[in-house]
């Protein structure tokens, strides 16, 4: 069995005992399958690609540096995982428009467009208007929030443009960060339900393997479309 099928069935795995240690709160085993997920996905990366992407290693090794800050929860925690968060999210715009496509103005995508920019909007007003009453706090998360409106926006434009796995995937990473920063949001300051945390926290955890899996797609369509350029 090659490095990479072991390291993708280390990582299912993981992400299983993740999300049952923290539903029974079982701490020490949190730490250890938490802190193993990334690590472990990172070898499933680079056994799939030819060229290691530096971006992409910075996404996920922010995105770890974040969980290891989470893990120990620090009081008033949001004010340290924000940045290293925020600095993934701004990676992942980045990522995304590294090969953005020219848009094409059928009717479909400017509709679908719009409904979605409404939608984003009105989700970013309502997580930002919870924290009318911190205002050095709501300043922080209406910034992070601009940041979470473009990485949905830019991946829903990139599957209503053009449909590949990739894009696919892209979309379920965006909207996976994006339910798993509104469920934090809910859980830490509207109500401590245990069904908002494991929302919270699964949706961060699957968001890795489908941005991974993001990316290996569009280097596989990549030279696919290099092969067919030059026969």
Known sequence: ??????????????????????????????????????????????????????????????NFIGDSIGIFDFKDEIQYLIIPFFICNILLIFIMLKRIEKFRPTVFNLISMLIVSLFLGYLWHTVV????????????????????FLISFLASYKIINKVTTSNLYLLLCAFCVLISDVFYILYNFQAKLLIFDSIHFSCQIFSYLFFVNSIINREKLSYIINDSSRN
């Open 1 to 62: 069995m090659k490095i990479d099928r072991i390291a993708l069935i280390g990582y299912l795995i993981l992400c299983v005992v993740a999300i049952f240690a923290n539903f029974f709160e079982l701490y020490g085993l949190k730490l250890f399958s938490k802190s193993m997920l990334i690590p472990v996905l990172f070898f499933y990366y680079i056994g799939n690609v030819k060229k290691v992407d530096f971006l992409s290693c910075a996404y996920l090794f922010f």
């Open 129 to 148: 208007d919870i924290f009318k009453f911190t205002e050095g706090l709501q300043v922080k998360i209406a910034i992070y929030g601009i940041a979470l």
